[in-house]
């Protein structure tokens, strides 16, 4: 591939990728974040009262008008959610109040009009080289392995499904990184390097490489590393990058440090 292909290629990438964090009920939207109580409460801003027990999330709308899933919600709802898992949500008129299960269970606000949302103008990152384009090595595990990894939020946890390990070299040295199952297809990665805390967000970052090929290749573009979402927004319980995922060198490609936490 031609460095003119390439680079064109990475701009559209860099392009959607904006596109979609500027989505006006994603994750830049979000305004608040609760986490539910054993007992029915209101929250500042929200209808409705909302509690949880060991299993369940439970919306008791008091008349406010509210659906869920394209349903009008006129009793008690429950939401049982899988742990670590995805999330669902209720419309309140212009918000979405978003039910997630992190250990226990918490709602969060995506408002349109939110500040972060607003005042965005795009990710900042390193110029696209293709020589942060790595080859590695897929080594699945005999069985996919749960893999326990801490949270930018203090005390929390996640459990993710590890398939196995991605095996790749960097200036003449081999590093290896566990990987995890990708949202769709492929492997997510997530991990740090020399620049985090520096040049790009401390916690860490997230690759996804696509599908290994039958002998095992896979292509690590690190010039797509992402932002997680907690990269942008205190509302976000993101998970850290497991034990070993902390590379020894600068990978000084893909996304830095947000604008909204450069001040």
């Not at 009009?113 to 020589?131: M, Q």
Request: charged letters at 25%; one cysteine or more; glycine letters at 8%.
């Amino acid at each position: 591939m031609s460095t003119d292909t390439f680079t064109r290629d990475w701009q559209s990438w860099k392009t959607q990728r904006e596109r979609d964090l500027a989505d006006p009920l994603g994750w830049l939207a979000l305004v608040s974040l609760d986490w539910l109580e054993d007992k029915p409460r209101a929250y500042e801003g929200l209808p409705g009262l909302w509690w949880q027990d060991a299993y369940a999330a439970y919306l008791d709308p008091q008349g406010a008008d509210l659906s869920h899933d394209g349903e009008r919600v006129t009793g008690v709802r429950r939401f049982e959610l899988v742990n670590s898992g995805g999330t669902t949500r209720v419309v309140a008129g212009d918000v979405e109040i978003e039910v997630a299960r992190r250990g226990g269970y918490l709602i969060r606000t995506h408002d349109p009009k939110a500040p972060v949302l607003n005042a965005f103008r795009g990710v900042p990152a390193y110029e696209p080289d293709a020589a942060w384009v790595l080859s590695g090595t897929f080594e699945p595990f005999d069985e996919p392995r749960p893999t326990t990894v801490g949270a930018v939020v203090e005390g929390l946890s996640h459990v993710y499904v590890s398939p196995g390990i991605v095996r790749f070299e960097h200036d003449g040295a081999e590093h290896t990184l566990t990987a995890f199952n990708g949202k769709k297809d492929g492997l997510l990665i997530l991990f740090t390097d020399a620049t985090s805390g520096v040049t790009t967000y401390a916690a860490n970052r997230s690759l996804a490489v696509p599908e290994p090929a039958e002998d095992g290749s896979v292509v690590l573009d690190f010039t797509r590393a992402t932002n997680l979402p907690c990269a942008f927004t205190d509302f976000a319980t993101c998970p850290l990058p497991p034990a070993g995922n902390d590379l020894p060198f600068a990978v000084e490609a893909g996304e830095k440090l947000p604008y909204e936490r450069s001040h």
